[in-house]
Each structure stands twice: as C-alpha cells, then as structure tokens.
C-alpha cells in the first residue's frame, strides 16, 4: 500500500479541509483528492463525505484511521531505518524518554559513553509520556525507553533501575517556606500544588502522589502540565508549588528555590524498559553496556 496515500488520508482526517491538507504534504489538491480516491478503492470503502463546502470522515474512516496512523508510524520508521543503514550505520535505537530523564548525570553518562563506544548505531531519541513509551514498547514501536516509577507491571517488559532521585520542593523565592531548610508533606498540604500530568499511580505524578497519601492528606488544589520544565516556570510566576527530581537544579531560574523533602520516601527512581523478546541486537548491546557501567558504579 502506498505510503503517500496513507499521509494523504491521515492529514485531511486532521485537517478535514482539501487545501490546508494538499499545503502541509506539499502536493496540488487534484493529486490529493486521485490520493484519496484511489486509498477508498485499495480499501473497497469511503473515507470522506464532501461536498464544496464540508468534509468529514465516514464511520468507516472514522474505524481505520488509527490503524492508518499506527501503519504510517511504521513505514515511516522502516525508510528511516534504511537510510540509516544504508549510510553506514550498523544498528539502529529508538530511544524514548520523558523530559527530566535527560537531565540526570547517570543517564547523559550511560548514554555518551555507549555512542562514543559504539559509534555505528545511531540512536533516534523520542520523547513521550510514561503511558504511550510503555505502550510503544509493547506494540515494538519503541526499543528502550527510559520512565519513571512507581510504574504498572507488564509480564511482556523487563525493567532496569538505572538512579534513585530525590524529590525537592520548587517554591518562588520570596515564599514563606522558603526559609526552611527541609519540607514535609504537612507544610503544603495548604499550598496549590502543580503536578506532573501522568496516570494516576504512576511516574512522577504517581511518586508525587505517593508523598500526600502516606500522611493522609490531599493537596489543597492541584494543577496538571505535561512538562516538569514548564512547572518549574510556573512556580517562577507565582502559580504555586511543584515537586520535581533534583536532577531539575540544573535548571537556573533565580526566582525559584529548592528545598528538600522530609519524607525519607520521597524519591523517584528512573528506569530503563524494554520488551522481553529482543530482536534487536543493538537493544542486548546497551543493556549488557548498562549492566556493566552500574556495576563498576555500586563496586566504587
């Protein structure tokens, strides 16, 4: 099946307008509409009510267009592979990530230490949420991804913990709490409390959580972003508190300040997953380049 009629399905489905449509893949509207018209006789159903003025999916195009997404995802990954390969490269990883991760020590080592040793595999880095790398990984759509706990259990995934990380308190700097040295889960019970938008009892928001739950207190209010990054911004304006990895130090923002937890507990550790039946050789290769750098670091 062609891969361009598939774009050519998968963006009108998004944009349900012929012109904007035709711009973004950069093709005429008459070669997308032969596109899509042809895609409708490949598949032996109609994808698209229309007329001069409206476009809409059919409950037929509505039923595919996943399955369309997720097999453009995959032959869009097969060409980069290729091209990859056929420029020399020996292996390929896809790596995915959640945004602090890349921030920790540990895991800047792990990786530039591999790529220096094997310098032909290339690793293509995805950032993503914990929810779609695990799901990712199961579909093989990912190779490794590195996610943090408390996490779900999968019999088809192998975890590795790579660090623990303490949990610190970001508060704007002139807060009151900002003259303690150390901060219990008792001092914010009161304070807005910006979280890190994940399932409920897992990552980040799910060790966050963890803190509140083991004294029996709820937050007074909480607010959810996708980017730890952007918490920390928004505890800058003056929007609340957050509870992030102290890797997020690194991040100099003067009208921030961090302070420790209390909880002996309040940690979060990063973990490295893949799927059990490895296929990829490149995969064996860093995680055995994993095992060894971890065990030289808890011999030291």
Known sequence: MDLRKLKSFV???????????????????????N??????????????????RHVSLTLEGQAVLVDVQRAVSQLENLQQTAKRLS?????????????TSVLDPTVM??????????????????????????????????DLALVRRPLPLYRSLAFKDLVCNKLN????????????????????????????????????????ANIFQRKGLVPHST?????????????????????????QRSLLIKEVVFREMEDPLAVTELTLCWHKLIKNQSVKLFIEHVEAVLSVKSAG
Request: glycine share 8%; no cysteine.
């Open 11 to 33: 963006v009108l489905a998004e944009t349900l307008h012929f012109a904007r449509a035709a711009a973004r893949i950069n093709m005429t509207q008459p070669a997308l509409t």
């Open 35 to 52: 596109h899509i018209k042809g895609l409708e006789k490949e598949l032996d159903i109609r994808l698209f009510e229309r007329n001069q």
């Open 87 to 99: 420029s020399g490269y020996k292996g390929v990883l896809r790596l995915g990530y959640v945004g």
């Open 109 to 142: 080592n792990l990786i530039r230490q591999f790529k220096s040793q094997y310098i032909d595999i290339d690793i293509i880095p995805v950032e993503s949420d914990v929810n779609r790398q695990l799901m990712l990984l199961q579909q093989g759509e990912l």
């Open 169 to 208: 308190v970001v508060l704007p700097a002139n807060h009151p709490l900002a003259s303690k040295k150390s901060i219990s889960a008792e001092d914010l019970a009161s304070e807005s409390l910006i979280l890190h938008d994940d399932p409920t009892g897992v990552g980040l928001g799910g060790a966050v």
């Open 223 to 247: 607010h959810l972003t996708k980017e730890v990054n952007v918490a920390t911004a928004l505890v800058a304006m003056g929007m609340g508190i957050a509870i992030v990895p102290d890797s």
